[in-house]
């Protein structure tokens, strides 16, 4: 079992950085990962984390501007977003799998029924 909290959405400048948190509370070892969804579209996979922070996995629409870190003794994981744009707005939700989330492409974790979610931030990136 897995519980997850996001925090750290707000409404943001286009251009401007944000840093979402994903509060991790679980006695096993997971991949943590995050996902989006944008105004009436579905939910997309963004990136992960393995477990012991060793590997990483993104989509290709997220490289170079997201980025994913944990830090384990904190039981936290970081969603690190640069030079934000419109079309990054979105729920993002943080989540968790009995498929580890670095194993396979962001396109199967996309369109498979992920395990465990957290309630979701909203990110707003005005124009």
């Known amino acids: 079992q897995v519980q997850l909290v996001e925090s750290g959405g707000g409404l943001v400048q286009a251009g401007g950085s944000l840093r979402l948190s994903c509060a991790v509370s679980?006695?096993?070892?997971?991949?943590i990962g995050w996902f989006r969804q944008a105004p009436g579209k579905g939910r997309e996979f963004v990136g992960a984390?393995?477990?012991?922070?060793?590997?990483?996995n993104y989509a290709d629409s997220a490289k170079g501007r997201f980025t994913v870190s944990r830090d384990n003794a904190k039981n936290t994981v970081l969603l690190q977003i640069s030079s934000l744009k419109p079309e990054d707005t979105a729920i993002y939700y943080c989540?968790?799998?009995?498929?580890?989330?670095?194993?396979?492409?962001?396109?199967?974790?996309?369109?498979?029924?992920?395990?465990?979610w957290g309630q979701g931030t909203q990110v707003t990136v005005s124009s």
């Open positions: 989540a968790a799998d009995r498929i580890p989330l670095t194993y396979y492409s962001a396109r199967y974790y996309t369109k498979r029924q992920v395990d465990f």
């Open positions: 984390i393995s477990w012991d922070g060793t590997k990483t």
């Open positions: 679980t006695s096993a070892n997971y991949d």
